[in-house]
C-alpha cells in the first residue's frame, strides 16, 4: 500500500493531541522547538528530521487525559516514567517506528541521571532534547492562547529561559540549554508556534518526507501501534480494537468477503474507534447512563475516526468502513445516516464484529455476557433489522470461536 509515513505520523500526533481535550498541539509544538534547538547545534539533517519525529511521537504512551494533566501541570511530575515505558513498548512492536523507541523510553530521565547510563550517545541527546522541548512547552503554557500565539510568550519567554538554566546540569545537558537560550531570543522561534503557522510547518515537511510503499505487515504494525493507544484510554476498552480486529477478520473470510481486501479491512477494525480518544476519560468511564450531553460526545467518535483515518488512507474504503461501524439498516444510527442500500459487506461485518466483542467485555453500567447471552442479542439486532441478519447467522454458526477471538488470548 502506498503511504506517506509523515501522514501517518501526524495523523498519530493528532489523536495524541485530542487526549490533551484543550491542551492541544503539544506534540508538534515539542517537534518544531527540538528540531530548532538541533538546527542551532548544527546536526545533519537526518539528526534534525529524527528530532522532528521524535517530538511529534513522544508521548504516544499517552492515552488517558489525567495521565497528560499531571505531565502538562508541573515541570517534574514522579510518575512520568510509566507512559515512557508504554511508549517504548507500542514503539518496539511497531517495526517501522522502532527506531524512536529508546528516545520515547528516556525522555523524562533528568540529564544528571542519563549521561552516566550504557546508551548510545545519540540515545541520550536526542532524549534529552525531547526533554528539553517538552519542558519547555509546560513552561509556555500559561501564556499560550490556544487559537494564536500572541505576545504574551515574547513578554515571558526571558523568565523562562532563566528557569530552563536553572536545570542546566541537572534536568538538561548544558550544550542543549545553551542552544534553547539562543533560538529562544529569536522571536520567529517562538511566533512559529502560532496553530496556523504550525500547521504550515507541518504540510512543508510532508513535502520533504518521501512516500513509501509500505507493505500490509508494516500498515498493519501502524494500525496495531494505534489501536493499542486507543485501547488503553480507558480500563473498559481493554483490547477491545484489538479483538474486534480479530472477530471481524475472521467473520469477514466467513462471509466470503473479498481476499484481495482483508488486510485493509482489518486495518479499518482495529481503527474504527480512534474518535474516542477524544471522548473525556469520565464519560467512557461512567458508571451509570449517560445525559443526552455525554451521548452527543460520545456519538461524534466515529465522525472523528472518519476525519482521521481520511488523512492517513484517502484513497481507500478504509476511513469509510471504520467510521460507519455505528451505522445501522434501519438507517437510524451515525454518523452519515446510511441507509442499507449504501451499507457494504465489509461495513455490516465490522458492526457485528464491534457488538459482539463489546458484549463479551465488561462495560462501568453492566457485566461482560457469555456466549450465549452474546449470541440471543446479536439475533435480537438482526431481527429489529439494527444489524444485517445474514451475517449475525453466520457469526452465530461460529459463535464459539467468535467468541473465543473476543475474549481470549
Ligand atoms: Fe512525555
Ligand atoms: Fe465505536
Ligand atoms: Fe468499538
Redesign the pocket.
Same mark, same amino acid.
Given at each position: 500500500m502506498k503511504i506517506d509515513p509523515h501522514r501517518v505520523i501526524c495523523a498519530l500526533t493528532s489523536v495524541l493531541d485530542f487526549v490533551g481535550i484543550d491542551e492541544v498541539q503539544h506534540g508538534k509544538r515539542v517537534a518544531w522547538m527540538a528540531e530548532s534547538i538541533a538546527r542551532e547545534l548544527d546536526w545533519p539533517d537526518e539528526e534534525l528530521g529524527f528530532a522532528f519525529y521524535a517530538g511529534m511521537l &513522544? %508521548?504516544c504512551g499517552?492515552s488517558r487525559a489525567s495521565e497528560h494533566r499531571k505531565?502538562t501541570d508541573a515541570l517534574l511530575w514522579s510518575g512520568?516514567d510509566d &507512559?515512557?515505558l508504554r511508549g517504548e513498548n507500542y514503539l518496539l512492536e511497531c517495526a517501522p517506528l522502532r527506531r524512536f523507541a529508546p528516545v520515547v523510553r528516556w &525522555? &523524562?530521565t533528568p540529564w544528571s541521571v542519563l549521561a552516566s547510563q550504557e546508551l548510545p550517545e545519540r540515545v541520550k541527546r536526542h532524549a534529552n532534547l525531547i526533554f528539553l522541548a %517538552?519542558r519547555i512547552d509546560v513552561l509556555q503554557a500559561p501564556h499560550l492562547n490556544t487559537r494564536q500565539v500572541d505576545d504574551a510568550i515574547l513578554m515571558a519567554r526571558d523568565g523562562l529561559v532563566e528557569t530552563v538554566r536553572e536545570y542546566a546540569g541537572h534536568l538538561f545537558s548544558p550544550a542543549l540549554v545553551d542552544a534553547f537560550a539562543s533560538v529562544a531570543r529569536r522571536e520567529s522561534f517562538w511566533l512559529a508556534m502560532d496553530p496556523f503557522y504550525l500547521l504550515e510547518y507541518l504540510e512543508n515537511y510532508r513535502l520533504a518526507s518521501p512516500v513509501s510503499d509500505l507493505g500490509s505487515a508494516e500498515v498493519l504494525a501502524l494500525a496495531r501501534l494505534f489501536a493499542r493507544v486507543v485501547d488503553a484510554k480507558s480500563p473498559f476498552t481493554h483490547e477491545h480494537s484489538v479483538r474486534v480486529a480479530k472477530v471481524a477478520r475472521r467473520l469477514f473470510e466467513l462471509a466470503d468477503g473479498d481476499a484481495d481486501q482483508i488486510d485493509n479491512f482489518e486495518v479499518a477494525a482495529l481503527l474504527h474507534d480512534i474518535g474516542k480518544l477524544r471522548v473525556p476519560d469520565e464519560i467512557l468511564d461512567k458508571p451509570g447512563p449517560l445525559d443526552r450531553a455525554e451521548r452527543a460526545m460520545i456519538s461524534r467518535h466515529s465522525y472523528d475516526t472518519f476525519r482521521i483515518l481520511n488523512r492517513v488512507f484517502p484513497d481507500s474504503p478504509i476511513p469509510s468502513w471504520a467510521a460507519a461501524h455505528h451505522e445501522n439498516l434501519l438507517g437510524t444510527g451515525y454518523p452519515f445516516h446510511r441507509g442499507a442500500g449504501e451499507i457494504d459487506v465489509a461495513t455490516r461485518v465490522l458492526s457485528v464484529a464491534d457488538v459482539l466483542q463489546a458484549l463479551s467485555q465488561d462495560r462501568p453500567y453492566r457485566g461482560r455476557l457469555g456466549s450465549h447471552d452474546v449470541g440471543m442479542r446479536l439475533e435480537a439486532m438482526g431481527d429489529e433489522g439494527k444489524l444485517d441478519d445474514e451475517i449475525v447467522h453466520l457469526a452465530l454458526l461460529n459463535l464459539e470461536e467468535l467468541y473465543h477471538l473476543a475474549t481470549v488470548g
Open positions: &513522544h %508521548d499517552v505531565l512520568a &507512559h515512557c &525522555h &523524562h %517538552d
